[in-house]
């Protein structure tokens, strides 16, 4: 299954954005799906998850100013980031599997990766 993340962009710090992604040939629906961010000379860093019951898991330092969530249909996982910080700044890769709790090494799909440019 493949993955295609949008959404990314350029913005000023305390802004906001909201990324997309979908799937090729079938829905979240039954799915773990998640964000992660990298930075260059850093390994990937979980964001948010979904589980397939809804449930949902942040990393501690960004509850509160992002949120995961997904259509009705589980056919869309965005992220809805705000106030947004300049160490937000990486490539977003939405990811999707099986697995929970989520971990990057659990992850059966992943996408390409969107960048979010927070400017100060």
């Known amino acids: 299954v493949q993955l295609q993340a949008s959404g990314g962009g350029l913005v000023q710090a305390g802004g906001s954005l909201r990324l997309s992604c979908v799937a090729s040939?079938?829905?979240?629906?039954?799915?773990?799906v998640a964000w992660f961010r990298r930075t260059p000379g850093k390994d990937s860093e979980f964001v948010a998850g979904?589980?397939?019951?809804?449930?949902?898991a942040y990393l501690d330092s960004l509850k509160g100013r992002f949120t995961i969530s997904t259509d009705n249909a589980k056919t869309t996982v965005y992220l809805q980031m705000s106030n947004l910080k300049t160490e937000d700044t990486a490539v977003y890769y939405c990811?999707?599997?099986?697995?929970?709790?989520?971990?990057?090494?659990?992850?059966?799909?992943w996408g390409k990766g969107t960048l979010v440019t927070v400017s100060s």
């Open positions: 990811a999707s599997g099986s697995n929970w709790p989520i971990t990057a090494a659990g992850m059966e799909s």
């Open positions: 979904m589980k397939w019951n809804d449930i949902t």
């Open positions: 040939e079938r829905t979240f629906s039954g799915y773990a």
